[in-house]
C-alpha cells in the first residue's frame, strides 16, 4: 500500500500557519489534519479536540515520560506536542496527514521522519510580520518584542526546510503548497508498490 505523506508546515509566529492550514484543508478533502496537544489555556472560540488536546502541565510531562510523543516542545512557557501513535497508523493506511507546528517541533520531527515533506510559511515581509503580530491585539509590549525576536531566530531556521513558500495572501499560498503536494505524491520512496514488477 502507498504509504501517507507527512507534511509540515511551521514559520515564525504571525506568518498565518493556521488560515493556511485551514484553507489548505478545505481544498485537499483527502489531507488529514493532526491535532496536537498542549499545556496552554484555551483560547476565545477553541474547543477540545478540535484545535488542541488541551491537557495540563502535569499530564503532558506524563505522555512525554511515556513516549506518546512524535515531537514535542516547549515554547514561550507552554508545551507543544504531536501525539505519535495516531501519526503512524494514518500514514500505513495510506492517508497524507498535516502537522501545523512551530520550528523547535519541525527540526525534531526531521530527525525521526526524513522522508515527510517539510514547508516553512514567510511573511512577505518583517513589517507585514509586525503588523500582523500587533493587529491581534492580544500582546503586550514586552510579549510582542519577544515574539519578533523569536521570529528572526526561526525565519533562519527555515533554510534548514525542503521548501519554502511566501505568505502574501493566503490563496497565492496555498495554491503554491498544493503544487509541492501534487509533486511529493509521485516521489518513487513514498509509492515502492509500483516497482513490484513481476517478469
Known sequence: ?????????????GTGKGAVCKE???????LAY??????RAPRD???EGREYYFRTRIEFEEMIAAGAFLEYADVYGNYYGTPLA??????AAGEDILLEI??????????????GTFIFLLPPSFEELRRRITG?????????????????DEIRLGRKYRYAVVNDTVKAAVKR????LAAERFRADMNPAQFEIEN
Open 177 to 180: 503548497i498544493q503544487t509541492i
Open 1 to 13: 500500500m502507498k504509504k501517507g505523506l507527512l507534511i509540515v508546515i511551521s514559520g515564525a509566529s
Open 45 to 47: 472560540g477553541e474547543a
Open 34 to 39: 493532526s491535532v496536537s496537544a498542549t499545556s
Open 136 to 152: 491581534r491585539g492580544t500582546e503586550t509590549e514586552e510579549n510582542l518584542a519577544r515574539r519578533l525576536s523569536a521570529a528572526q
Open 86 to 91: 495516531p501519526i503512524e497508523e494514518r500514514r
Open 24 to 30: 489548505l484543508l478545505s481544498r485537499e478533502r483527502e
Open 102 to 115: 512551530d520550528t523547535q517541533g519541525a527540526l525534531n520531527v526531521m530527525e525521526r521522519c526524513p522522508d
